[in-house]
C-alpha cells in the first residue's frame, strides 16, 4: 500500500502535530510531536474469516499516545491503478478527524461508491494532519450492548431501545456508536457497509464503568427498518 503525507512519500518526513501520552491527559505532552513515520496503514478487503467485517483499513500507530488524524483516500484496482471514479469514504470518521487512534492498532471500516466499486483491491492513504487528541483512546475496545425498553439485554438483531457501553480500561473514555447495516454480495465481492446510523452523540464512559445511549431519531428508525435481519453491526468507537 503507497502511503503519503500531504502528497509526499512517507518516508522520513517532519513532525505533523503534538500528540499525548499513552492513557494519560493528551494536554500535558503538547511538546511532543507525532512524526510521519508513526502512522501505517494495512488494508483488508476480505479476512476470508466468517463473521469478520470486510473493507477494513488497519491503523498503527507508533507514537506512545492517541492521534486524531485526518486521512484521505485513493482507490485502486488489483494492478495499483487508480479508480477515478470510486469515492471513498469511512464509517468511524478517520477522514474527518472523528477517530481517535490509540498506541497501537486501531481500525477503521472504509465504503466504496460509484462506477468500480467492487474492482477495488486495495487503497492508497494521505495523511492531511494528525493532531492529539484530547481525549485518550481506551487500549480495549469498548463494549455495546443492546437493551430492550425495560433495559434487559437482547442481540442487536432485535429491535432495541438502548445501548449500554461498558468501559474496561483504569481511564475514562469518549465513543461515538455506529449502527451498521451491510449488504450482502455475490460469491467473491466483500461485504460493505450500505447504511450506517449514529446512535446518539460522543459518550464519556468512566473508567471501569458503563454509560447507557438511549435510541432515537433517525437511530431508532433505523433499528426498526432493520430489525430481525442478520446482518447489522452494533460498535463503539474512540471519538472526539
Not at 52 to 60: D, F, P, V, W
Request: proline fraction near 5%; hydrophobic fraction near 40%.
Amino acid at each position: 500500500m503507497a502511503v503519503v503525507v500531504g502528497g509526499v512519500l512517507l518516508c522520513g518526513c517532519g513532525p505533523l502535530a503534538a500528540g499525548g501520552p499513552r492513557g494519560g491527559d493528551a494536554a500535558s505532552a503538547a511538546s511532543e510531536l507525532v512524526s510521519a513515520e508513526s502512522l501505517s496503514f494495512h488494508y483488508v478487503g476480505d479476512s476470508g474469516v466468517d463473521e469478520t467485517m470486510s473493507q477494513l483499513l488497519e491503523i498503527k500507530n507508533d507514537f506512545r499516545g492517541s492521534v486524531a488524524p485526518v486521512l484521505a483516500y485513493t482507490a485502486l484496482d488489483k494492478n495499483h491503478q487508480d479508480l477515478p471514479q470510486v469515492t471513498v469514504s469511512t464509517v468511524y470518521g478517520s477522514d474527518r478527524g472523528d477517530l481517535v487512534t490509540p498506541y497501537g492498532t486501531s481500525i477503521d471500516i472504509l465504503r466504496f461508491s460509484g462506477t468500480g466499486a467492487h474492482d477495488v483491491a486495495d487503497v492508497r492513504v494521505s495523511v492531511r494532519s494528525a493532531a492529539a487528541a484530547r481525549t485518550p483512546a481506551g487500549q480495549h475496545d469498548v463494549k455495546t450492548q443492546a437493551l430492550d425498553s425495560q433495559g434487559h439485554e437482547i442481540t442487536r438483531f432485535e429491535r432495541f431501545s438502548a445501548v449500554r457501553l461498558t468501559n474496561e480500561d483504569d481511564f475514562p473514555v469518549s465513543v461515538r456508536i455506529a449502527y451498521i447495516l451491510w449488504d450482502q454480495p455475490p460469491q467473491g465481492v466483500t461485504q460493505q457497509a450500505a447504511e450506517v446510523t449514529p446512535v446518539g452523540g460522543l459518550t464519556k464512559i468512566p473508567a471501569h464503568g458503563t454509560a447507557v445511549v438511549e435510541v432515537t431519531g433517525d437511530a431508532a428508525a433505523a433499528v426498526d427498518r432493520n430489525s430481525n435481519g442478520p446482518a447489522v453491526s452494533l460498535k463503539a468507537y474512540n471519538s472526539q
